[in-house]
Protein backbone atom coordinates (compact mmCIF):
# COMPACT_ATOMS: atom_id res chain seq x y z
CA UNK A 1 0.00 0.00 0.00
CA UNK A 2 2.63 2.82 1.07
CA UNK A 3 4.19 1.19 -2.51
CA UNK A 4 1.19 2.47 -4.42
CA UNK A 5 1.35 6.24 -2.57
CA UNK A 6 4.86 6.96 -2.89
CA UNK A 7 4.03 6.41 -7.11
CA UNK A 8 0.92 8.62 -6.80
CA UNK A 9 3.02 11.16 -4.88
CA UNK A 10 6.15 11.12 -7.35
CA UNK A 11 3.83 11.24 -10.60
CA UNK A 12 2.00 14.39 -9.14
CA UNK A 13 5.30 15.61 -8.91
CA UNK A 14 6.35 15.16 -11.73
CA UNK A 15 2.89 16.31 -13.62
CA UNK A 16 3.30 19.92 -11.65
CA UNK A 17 7.00 20.29 -12.64
CA UNK A 18 6.08 19.72 -16.22
CA UNK A 19 2.87 22.05 -16.04
CA UNK A 20 4.88 24.40 -14.40
CA UNK A 21 7.46 24.59 -17.00
CA UNK A 22 4.69 24.44 -19.92
CA UNK A 23 3.75 27.93 -19.03
CA UNK A 24 7.23 29.05 -19.00
CA UNK A 25 8.01 27.83 -22.39
CA UNK A 26 5.72 29.83 -24.56
CA UNK A 27 6.47 33.28 -22.52
CA UNK A 28 8.75 35.27 -24.01
CA UNK A 29 7.53 38.36 -22.84
CA UNK A 30 7.86 39.52 -19.55
CA UNK A 31 4.77 38.33 -17.03
CA UNK A 32 1.67 40.42 -17.48
CA UNK A 33 3.14 42.02 -20.41
CA UNK A 34 0.98 41.60 -23.56
CA UNK A 35 2.18 42.45 -26.76
CA UNK A 36 -0.49 44.26 -29.08
CA UNK A 37 -0.18 45.00 -33.01
CA UNK A 38 -0.60 48.69 -33.82
CA UNK A 39 -0.98 47.74 -37.52
CA UNK A 40 -2.82 45.19 -39.73
CA UNK A 41 -1.79 42.13 -41.32
CA UNK A 42 -1.85 43.94 -45.00
CA UNK A 43 0.21 46.53 -43.78
CA UNK A 44 3.17 44.52 -42.61
CA UNK A 45 3.18 42.32 -45.98
CA UNK A 46 2.83 45.70 -47.99
CA UNK A 47 5.86 46.96 -45.99
CA UNK A 48 7.66 43.38 -46.25
CA UNK A 49 6.77 43.40 -50.37
CA UNK A 50 8.28 47.11 -50.59
CA UNK A 51 11.47 46.63 -48.89
CA UNK A 52 11.87 43.32 -51.19
CA UNK A 53 11.12 45.21 -54.15
CA UNK A 54 13.91 47.86 -52.69
CA UNK A 55 16.35 45.28 -52.17
CA UNK A 56 16.52 45.93 -48.41
CA UNK A 57 15.04 43.00 -46.73
CA UNK A 58 18.33 40.77 -45.24
CA UNK A 59 18.15 37.64 -47.12
CA UNK A 60 18.55 34.96 -44.04
CA UNK A 61 18.24 31.16 -44.25
CA UNK A 62 20.00 28.34 -45.30
CA UNK A 63 19.83 29.13 -48.81
CA UNK A 64 20.88 33.09 -48.06
CA UNK A 65 24.54 32.43 -49.74
CA UNK A 66 23.52 31.00 -52.76
CA UNK A 67 23.53 32.54 -56.00
CA UNK A 68 21.01 34.17 -58.00
CA UNK A 69 19.41 32.60 -60.26
CA UNK A 70 17.47 33.86 -63.39
CA UNK A 71 15.23 31.58 -65.70
CA UNK A 72 14.80 32.87 -68.83
CA UNK A 73 11.73 31.90 -70.89
CA UNK A 74 11.98 33.14 -74.35
CA UNK A 75 9.31 30.46 -75.85
CA UNK A 76 5.83 30.48 -75.54
CA UNK A 77 4.36 27.05 -73.95
CA UNK A 78 3.65 24.57 -76.84
CA UNK A 79 0.61 23.03 -76.80
CA UNK A 80 0.16 19.20 -76.41
CA UNK A 81 -0.12 18.87 -80.24
CA UNK A 82 3.40 20.50 -80.66
CA UNK A 83 4.63 18.32 -77.88
CA UNK A 84 3.55 15.70 -79.92
CA UNK A 85 4.56 16.94 -83.05
CA UNK A 86 8.43 17.19 -81.96
CA UNK A 87 8.25 13.67 -80.59
CA UNK A 88 7.70 11.90 -83.67
CA UNK A 89 10.49 14.21 -85.43
CA UNK A 90 12.67 13.15 -82.57
CA UNK A 91 11.60 9.40 -83.32
CA UNK A 92 11.69 9.36 -87.10
CA UNK A 93 15.51 10.99 -86.95
CA UNK A 94 16.29 8.30 -83.71
CA UNK A 95 17.25 11.28 -81.55
CA UNK A 96 14.52 10.70 -79.17
CA UNK A 97 16.22 8.19 -76.28
CA UNK A 98 14.83 5.18 -75.27
CA UNK A 99 12.84 4.45 -72.00
CA UNK A 100 15.26 5.12 -69.34
CA UNK A 101 18.86 5.54 -71.32
CA UNK A 102 20.49 9.04 -71.59
CA UNK A 103 21.69 11.22 -74.75
Keep these: ????????AALLAVAGATSAMAGAVGDYASPGVK???????????AEVQNLRAQGQL????????APETVV?????PLS??????EVRT????????RNGELM
Design 90 to 97: ARAAGTLP
Design 35 to 45: AVSTRSRDAVI
Design 1 to 8: MQTKQLFA
Design 80 to 85: REAVRA
Design 58 to 65: AVTGELSG
Design 72 to 76: VNDKA
